[in-house]
Nanobody, 127 residues
Framework: QVQLVESGGASVQAGGSLRLSCAVS????????LSWFRQTPGKEREGVAA????????VYANSVKGRFTISLDNAKHTLYLQMSSLKADDTAQYFC????????????????????WGQGTQVTVSS
């Protein structure tokens, strides 16, 4: 069983930066893709960024391209999301997720791809 625990959420001003972390434990070698999603009340969970466990593939939502960077430290079993030039629209609960599937049937920013989810960490950006 894979466990994911997010941290790093905070309240920041627009234009600021923040780094989220996701500690991965359990069957870590089974994680082929890891990702970050976000969700606001009343809206569907939105894929933000995804990375292959080998680190060679990264995918970003258009809304965060050029501002967010996803990275994975396999030695520390930790997934990161570096966020910069934050906007009020980035305010959300952020979740990390992983899948053991080598060839997901859905896109890497699709919620249906992922088997394991963390509990989330809140990011609030004030303008």
């Amino acid at each position: 069983q894979v466990q994911l625990v997010e941290s790093g959420g905070a309240s920041v001003q627009a234009g600021g930066s923040l780094r989220l972390s996701c500690a991965v434990s359990g069957y870590t070698t089974n994680n082929y893709y890891l990702s970050w999603f976000r969700q606001t009340p009343g809206k569907e969970r939105e894929g933000v960024a995804a990375v292959s466990a080998a680190g060679g593939m990264r995918v970003y939502a258009n809304s965060v391209k050029g501002r967010f960077t996803i990275s994975l430290d396999n030695a520390k079993h930790t997934l990161y999301l570096q966020m910069s030039s934050l906007k009020a629209d980035d305010t959300a609960q952020y979740f990390c997720a992983s899948t053991a599937s080598r060839q997901p049937g859905f896109g890497l920013l699709d919620v249906q791809t992922y088997n394991y989810w963390g509990q989330g960490t809140q990011v609030t950006v004030s303008s």
